[in-house]
C-alpha cells in the first residue's frame, strides 16, 4: 500500500513540473538556440538565449505546438524598431525564425546598392572594420561591419560581404497594417522579409529576444569531455540582446 502510494505522489510531481514548465514557457520565458548565421554579428551560431513571451501578449504560437486554442492576439503590445524577435514563419507556421524589426505597419522600405531607406530616407550607416566568421567546414568568411542607426536613433551592427549580392536591391513595398518588415542583421545572408518570408503578421510573433545564457562554439570534440570547456564563449554569456 505504501509502495503504491509513492508512486501516485511520483507520478503527481511528474506531471505537476512538466505542468509549471509548460506553464513558464508559455506565458513567461522561453529557451531558444540559433542555428543559423543570419543574425551575426549580433547572435552567433551557438548561442543559447531566453525569449520573453509576455512582451507582444499572447497568440496561439505562445503555447507548445501552436496549439489553436484561440484566434489572434490577446493583451496585445506591438514591437518597437530595432527589436530583435522570435516569430513563427508565416510561410509554413511552425519553423521559429529570428530577426529584426526593421518595418513597421504602414512603413515604405527599399533597399538600393545594400543601403536601407525607410520611408523614403536613407539611414546613416557608420564603416567600423572587418568581421570573420568561421563556417562549419573550418573556412574564413570576411565581412564588412557597419553601424547602422534606425530613425529613432537605435544603432546596431550590420554585416555586409559587399553592396552588389543578391538582395541588396530590394524594389519599395509599404508594409501592411498588423504586419511587420524583417531583416537579419548578416544582411547578405538572412532568408528575411526581402528572400521567402515576407512580411510577419503580429500573430506570429513569439517574444522579444532578451539575454544569452550560454553559447559555445564546435571547437571541442564531443568524444573528448576534456575539450568541451573550449567550446564555451565565457565573454558571451549573460549579454543583453541590442
Known sequence: MEKEESFIDTIKMVFYAILIAVVIRSLWIEP??????????TLYVGDYLFVSKY???????SFPFSLPLFNGRI???????????????PQDNSTDFIKRVIGLPKDKIKLVKGRLF???????RK?????????????????HRYIEVLPEGKEHYVLEVSDNEANDNFVEVEVPEGHYFMMGDNRDRSDDSRVNVGFVPLESLVGKARFLFFSHN?????YKPWSWVKKIRWSRLFNTIN
Open 32 to 41: 531558444f538556440k540559433i542555428p543559423s548565421g543570419s543574425m551575426y554579428p
Open 55 to 61: 512582451t507582444y501578449g499572447y497568440s496561439r504560437h
Open 75 to 89: 493583451w496585445s503590445d506591438e514591437p518597437k524598431r530595432g527589436d530583435v524577435v522570435v516569430f513563427k514563419n
Open 118 to 124: 525607410i520611408n523614403g530616407k536613407k539611414l546613416e
Open 127 to 143: 564603416n567600423e572594420d572587418e568581421f570573420v566568421i568561421r563556417n562549419r567546414f573550418g573556412a574564413t568568411e570576411h565581412y
Open 218 to 222: 564546435d571547437e571541442g570534440a564531443w
